[in-house]
Every structure is written in structure tokens, then in C-alpha cells.
């Protein structure tokens, strides 16, 4: 199916290199997506140059829930014509890289996902978005890492934003493992985007 001007499913990528194991796994998404018939279209941060830092000008704009940049717009407007999100992302000192951080800080604006409510914001992505898919990869263990992802970026930023369905596919210990079980991991990956596996 690919890419297409209306589609249901955005990719967000974040990975500088396309020799990489999170390269692979982007694939195997897309491949998953085209398998379920599944239209989607892929915003890759490194080859859009995107700016992670929130500069003087953008907290300038920054309550009023504006914006300079040019492709913060254009990534909003993809994020209001998709359903679901797919992050493809590694895990990198515990966290992801601050290119997706950044993704997240400059995106992610009152006014387009939230609400100022005076006891907490209230999360309207949800109304867009109904489900997130996290695909990472790692060096540690999935188990030394869960508590940490979770609580941040399942439980802290979507549930903030209101995206009820949240899941998070790690392949931990990467650095250790075969070429057999890397291949397995992105066969399910594919199974998964594809709806013929249950969550990783």
C-alpha cells in the first residue's frame, strides 16, 4: 500500500543510520502495515533535518501553542490525518535519543494536544490518535528498562495526551544477540503491525 496522501497510520522514525538494526525494524513495519492493508506515511526525523531544541523564539510562541518551525506544522497536520502512531526509535541511556525527545517538547503543543486545566493538562491527541506502538531497540535487557519507559513515555507522556491504547515492543540485548534472533524479532514485528500477533 505505502505511502499516501490519506492514511491511517503515521511512522515516526529516529535513527541516523540505514545499515541499522532500527532500520530493519522499520521495514518490517511498513511491511506489516502494507500486509494488513494499511495505508501510512513515514516522517524520518535525520533525513528531515528536524531541529529538536526548543529555542528563545519557540518559548516566545510556546503558551500560545505556536510555532516557527515549519515542520512542527507539517508533522501536527500528519499526526490529524492519521488514527494510529508507530514510533521506530532505540533506547539509548535509558531514554530515547533527544532527537525524538525534542520531537516530542516541540510537537506536542497546548492548544493541539492539550489543555491547560489547572490541576494538570488534559490530553486531546486522543481524539486523532487511538492507539501507539513503541518498536525499540536496546542494549540492556527489556526487564532493566520497563520500569523506566513505562512510567515516562507509556503512563507519563501518552496517558497525558490521551491515547488510550499504548504498547511498547522492545528487543533488549541486541548487542548480544544472532543473526537468528534478530531476524525472529522482526518477522514479529511484522506479525504484530500485521494484527497476527498478539503485543510483543
Known amino acids: 500500500m505505502g505511502k499516501s496522501t490519506e492514511f491511517d497510520t503515521l511512522i515516526v ?24 492493508g494499511r ?3 513515514v516522517c524520518d526525523l535525520y533525513s528531515d533535518g528536524f ?24 508533522y501536527q497536520k500528519a499526526l490529524l490525518s492519521a488514527k494510529h502512531l508507530v514510533l521506530v526509535t532505540p533506547i539509548w541511556w535509558n531514554d530515547v535519543p533527544a532527537l525524538l525527545k525534542g ?9 493541539f494536544s492539550w489543555e491547560a486545566t489547572g490541576h494538570g493538562l488534559e490530553g486531546t491527541l486522543g481524539r486523532a490518535i487511538e492507539s501507539v506502538d513503541v518498536f525499540t531497540t536496546s542494549a540492556e535487557p527489556t526487564e532493566h528498562l520497563r520500569a523506566a519507559i513505562e512510567a515516562t513515555l507509556f503512563d507519563g507522556t501518552f496517558a497525558q495526551l490521551g491515547i488510550a491504547r499504548r504498547a511498547w515492543h522492545n528487543f533488549g540485548g541486541m548487542d548480544q544477540s544472532t543473526v537468528e ?9 511484522t506479525r504484530t503491525v500485521a494484527g497476527e500477533a498478539q503485543a510483543c
Open 103 to 111: 520531537w516530542l517538547d516541540k510537537v506536542m503543543l497546548v492548544g
Open 51 to 74: 531541529d529538536p531544541v526548543l529555542h528563545a523564539g519557540d518559548l516566545e510562541l510556546y503558551n500560545e501553542g505556536k510555532t516557527t518551525d515549519e515542520l512542527v506544522r507539517r
Open 181 to 189: 534472533q534478530r531476524e525472529a524479532w522482526l518477522a514479529e514485528v
Open 13 to 36: 522514525y529516529c535513527h541516523p543510520y540505514d545499515m541499522s538494526l532500527n532500520a530493519a525494524v522499520l521495514t518490517a513495519v511498513e511491511e506489516g502495515l502494507d500486509r494488513a
Open 39 to 41: 495505508t501510512f506515511e
